[in-house]
């Protein structure tokens, strides 16, 4: 069997809103991440306003939208997680150092919008910001980590969702582009890989989310705002290439394996579409830079009307990316005749199965997966592909003797990057990976930190309590023999 080649990038990957903390720090303005309350595997997260007679409100992150004339806003007697998260924004030294001790090749890391440009309309980037980031990449390469950069992890400026309906509105390809431009300057000769936007097709996966009636009536604007959306990555990566020759730019896509739940062609045509839809609509944009055929029919029985111009269909045409890079944790069934037993996942649903056997947040685990949506990708695209997330979220105990011993996040990686050896010896052309949430961090869909995915575990509690001290858990070592043996010693 062949191993892993001899460059492969190994590290971790991570995001500011739920890493880096500071939030009003270093001149950064607030983000929607700043309005998200906490939540748990059985209740949603919050966003919260102010209305249009200044009364605070709430609703829940997929069963509710903003009222008219109301304003997201951060309201007293509200928690929210992000705010501190783990405080990489005071750490980030003795993180990376952490890092570099596992002898990471790579670390995937998110920039701020709201840290280079506060509000995202100003013309003049915020030279704090900018000075914050410099600091953390010359941290990384100083230890001989290669910076692993996504421009967008869901961070839109507050100001820009409050003021013009975030990427509802057209504008926010200009005041994007703007801070992409900004950055890929200001970082050229420290950073090389870039992504544009963290699981793009989360815009969609959404509406299934959603109960059916607010689902429809979200599907006009979801699809527009995805399209500014992919035109914004496809004029990123224009800028890029012209930037710097030697920049390399991904997509990074929530790779959903759907599997028929029976062979009735009924299920194994629903998988298909549901496939379509959700994982392979918005890469086939990226990646060959127009929208499938199989476009029209998700448009119409979606009641879409696309308003894209001729200058967006020639910027998707020559802003294709360079790599494919996707997370990938789990999968699901899917049928044709409604769901039995229901799954959970990476911001998807499912059908339960029987196969397989599921976390403690009820994510199926199911390492064979990887090894099909890496086929799945090399023969539909031909990219070098990087898995850019992937992890189990579980629950960790701290010995009284300070040790946190984690035999499951060991098995559920050591499986999952047999399953990259496999695929790499089916031939795909795999060149990284890293495994999520390397430092513990914020749950994005649930808002905890009891969820906890690291090497290095965080003292921080779902109240936001502890001292941010960092420890190494049992898998730290793992992870450094792995990567020492290259991918060789498993054991
Ligand atoms: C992906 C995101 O959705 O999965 C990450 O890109 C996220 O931001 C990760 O944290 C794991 O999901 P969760 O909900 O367990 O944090």
């Known amino acids: 069997m062949k191993g892993f080649p001899s460059n492969f990038l190994w590290g971790g990957a991570t995001s500011s809103s739920q890493l880096e903390g500071g939030w009003q720090e270093g001149g950064r303005g607030p983000t929607i991440q700043d309005v998200a309350t906490a939540g748990s595997n059985d209740s949603p997260r919050y966003f ?14 997929f069963g509710g939208t903003l009222p008219d004339g109301a304003q997201y806003a951060v309201l007293p007697g509200e928690y929210y997680p992000n705010h501190d998260a783990v405080d990489f924004y005071h750490h980030y030294r ?15 890391m998110s920039i701020c919008w709201s840290r280079i440009f506060p509000r995202g309309d100003e013309t003049e980037p915020n030279p704090e910001g900018l000075d914050f980031y410099r600091r953390v990449f010359e941290e990384l390469r100083s230890h001989g980590i290669e910076p692993l950069v996504t421009l967008w992890h869901g961070e839109d400026p507050l100001y820009l969702v409050n003021t013009i309906g975030g990427w509802r509105s057209r504008e926010m390809i200009d005041h994007f582009t703007r801070y992409a431009r900004t950055v890929l300057t200001a970082y050229r000769g420290l950073v090389k890989y870039w992504l544009t936007f963290n699981e793009l097709n989360n815009t969609v996966m959404f509406l299934d989310l959603m109960p059916p009636e607010l689902a429809a009536a979200q599907a006009q604007d979801t699809y527009q705002q995805l399209h500014h ?8 990566v224009q800028l890029a290439h012209q930037i710097d020759p030697s920049f390399q730019v991904g997509c990074m896509i929530a790779y959903a394996v759907n599997y028929p739940r029976t062979c009735a062609p009924q299920d194994v045509l629903a998988a298909m579409e549901k496939d379509q839809r959700i994982t392979h609509y918005c890469g086939d944009v990226q990646v060959r830079g127009r929208y499938p055929a199989y476009a029209g029919r998700i448009w119409r029985q979606a009641g879409v009307r696309l308003e894209a111009t ?5 910027d998707l045409r020559r802003g294709t990316v360079d790599f494919y890079s996707f997370s990938y944790y789990s999968s699901a069934c899917i049928s044709a005749g409604g769901v039995r037993e229901a799954s959970k996942g990476n911001f998807t649903i499912g059908e339960k199965n029987p196969c397989l056997s599921y976390s403690e ?8 997966g990887l090894r099909f949506a890496l086929n799945a990708v090399c023969s539909r695209y031909g990219l070098p592909v990087m898995v850019v997330e992937n992890g189990l979220g579980a629950q960790d105990t701290v010995e009284p003797d300070g040790s946190i011993h984690d035999p499951y996040r060991i098995a559920y990686l050591r499986s999952h990057i047999q399953a990259m050896r496999q695929a790499l010896d089916d031939g795909v ?16 869909s649930t808002g905890e930190m009891k969820k906890r995915y690291g090497f290095l575990y965080v003292d921080r509690d779902d109240a936001g309590r502890g001292t941010m001290a960092r420890r190494k858990k049992d ?7 792995v990567i020492a043996s290259n991918g060789a010693d498993l054991s």
């Open 48 to 61: 919260t306003y102010r209305d249009a007679q200044g009364r605070p409100g709430r609703y829940p992150q």
């Open 94 to 108: 003795e993180d990376i150092a952490l890092l570099a001790g596992m002898g990471f090749k790579v670390f995937r």
């Open 229 to 236: 959306k992919l035109v914004a990555s496809a004029r990123t």
């Open 310 to 314: 001729d200058q967006d269909r020639e």
């Open 361 to 368: 947040w009820g994510w199926a685990m199911d390492p064979d």
């Open 429 to 444: 052309d795999l060149f990284g990976y890293t495994a999520w949430g390397c430092i513990d961090e914020i749950s994005a």
């Open 475 to 481: 898998s730290y070592d793992w992870y450094r023999r």
